[in-house]
């Protein structure tokens, strides 16, 4: 049973395309993110969420947009691609709500995006 | 705004040698955790540091947290070449629900 999944594992698509990643885990988290690693592996937060607050690191192009249906799932929706957009998405979560615990980030094993 | 600074990105070390990597920030973390990403594998939790001046080992790795719980470093003694792979530190701001930021990585490889 894989804790945080996502899928696609690799899109390959052409500029100014619409697409979607798909994260979904099944810890009982509370809060879930997404990250953007590029080529030199700088892993930068662009956003977290809980059933509460979206947080959006205020870098990330407004073409990206995350949604989420449910607790236990959280989409990555990115309009009109672009070449600088390449780079392997993970997604991650963590259980904040709670005082003492390690809150420590469970990661997916990544979305490869290649944009042409 | 917050960072944690990771130096060095690059470490390219011979079989059996240590490895260090250190983390640095300007203000003080609540707490701080370490992370390890194997080539092609995705981020992969290894320990978190609360307090001030904690060490922890986990069998050849040990972790430290600064006195004033601004800097951490973890040690690999004699590396084999199962620790290749990009080591990331996490410091958190804002007591134990703040932000994790995580630092840029070292890249560890090892030449057997």
């Known amino acids: 049973d894989t804790a945080v999944s996502q899928t696609p594992k690799y899109l390959v698509t052409q500029m100014g395309n619409d697409k979607s990643i798909k994260c979904e885990q099944n810890?009982?988290?509370?809060?879930m993110y997404w990250y953007k690693q590029d080529s030199k592996k700088f892993l930068k937060i662009m956003f977290s969420y809980n059933n509460k607050e979206l947080i959006i690191n205020e870098t990330v192009p407004n073409r990206f947009s995350p949604k989420s249906p449910d607790k236990a799932h959280l989409n990555l929706h990115i309009n009109s691609l672009e070449l600088g957009d390449s780079a392997v998405y993970f997604c991650?979560?963590?259980?904040?709500?709670?005082?003492?615990?390690?809150?420590?980030?469970?990661f997916g094993p990544g979305t490869r995006l290649t944009v042409l | 705004g917050q960072q944690v600074m990771q130096i060095p990105q690059y470490q390219h070390v011979q079989e059996g040698e240590d490895f260090t990597t250190y983390c640095n920030s300007s203000t003080t973390l609540s707490n701080i955790q370490w992370y390890k990403q194997r080539p092609g594998g995705h981020p992969v939790f290894l320990i978190q540091l609360v307090k001030s001046g904690e060490v922890k080992k986990q069998k050849r790795l040990t972790f430290q947290f600064g006195e004033a719980k601004k800097n951490s470093s973890l040690h690999i003694t004699a590396t084999q070449t199962t620790d290749v792979g990009t080591y990331f530190c996490?410091?958190?701001?804002?007591?134990?629900?703040?932000?994790?930021?995580f630092g840029k990585g070292t890249k560890l490889s090892v030449k057997p």
């Open positions: 991650a979560s963590s259980q904040n709500g709670l005082a003492r615990t390690r809150n420590e980030q469970f």
């Open positions: 996490a410091g958190r701001y804002g007591g134990s629900q703040g932000n994790l930021i």
């Open positions: 810890l009982g988290h509370d809060t």
